[in-house]
């Protein structure tokens, strides 16, 4: 199966925010994201609206000819938005307002009452829902008897690693990361991972049969700025295939 790549947008619109006004605009990056070859495009609205806002997401939706993934928090105003803009997928994550990105993976064992019913009004509207998690038992378990079809595994903690040339902690967390795609897909959970990657790191995860979708974004934008959105988004591609086929061989 081809991986497939969803592309954040949400650190266009960080550099937008910086002086105001609407250049560069997140909708133009989606687009010229999609022309060079990725699957879907991802955006986190914010309780703070940081950098994605309301009608960003609007224009997505309504502009962009692939699936839109809406990144939120489990809140009533991010669900009655997920449910009037009909994203064709809602990645559920913690929000902290002081961070300055997700830190670490969703607590789903410990919130199982208040994301239940939130998770079943987005999948009868028809919007996949995935969480956003670690790859422990205990979380993926938990995803599964909320009836969410798809996880996210955060894969912080080990592209931290990788970038501290910490060899043990790598590899600890790139077990974890195995064990856990393992699991989550024997109990029929749609894969996906994302979080710090970059172009080796996300080479080395697409040799992962059981992940099928890997969400990417600050590396993306920070590496446009050298060599051009789609060039860095057209490498990453790359990347991900040359992963895959190894995956394959082994």
């Known amino acids: 199966m081809r991986l497939r790549l969803g592309v954040n947008i949400d650190h266009v619109a960080t550099i937008r925010n910086a002086r105001g006004g609407r250049h560069p605009d997140p909708v133009r990056a989606a687009k010229l994201a999609i022309a060079a070859g990725c699957d879907g495009i991802t955006a986190h609205l914010r309780e703070d609206r940081r950098h994605i806002r309301d009608d960003d997401i609007t224009r997505l939706k309504a502009e962009i000819d692939k699936p839109l993934n809406l990144e939120m928090a489990a809140t009533d105003e991010m669900l009655a938005i997920a449910l009037r803009t009909r994203p064709h997928a809602s990645c559920i994550v913690p929000e902290k307002r002081e961070e300055r990105t997700t830190e670490g993976g969703l607590d789903v064992a410990g919130q199982h009452n208040a994301l239940a019913p939130l998770i079943a009004k987005l999948s009868d509207a028809g919007i996949r829902v995935s969480l956003f998690i670690a790859a422990e038992q205990r979380q993926i378990e ?103 086929a190894a995956g394959a061989h082994t």
Request: charged share 25%; hydrophobic share 45%.
């Open 142 to 244: 938990a995803a599964a008897k909320v009836r969410a079809p798809v996880i996210e595994i955060h894969t912080g903690a080990w592209c931290d690693a990788l970038a501290d040339g910490s060899r043990t902690d790598a590899e600890v967390e790139w077990q974890r990361i195995r064990d856990g795609a393992k699991l989550a897909a024997k109990m029929g959970l749609e894969v996906h991972a994302g979080h710090g990657l970059d172009y080796v790191s996300a080479e080395m995860i697409s040799s992962l049969p059981q992940i099928v979708e890997l969400n990417i974004g600050h590396f993306l934008v920070g590496e446009a700025v050298f060599e051009g959105l789609d060039n860095t988004i057209r490498r990453m591609r790359a990347a991900m295939d040359r992963g895959r």
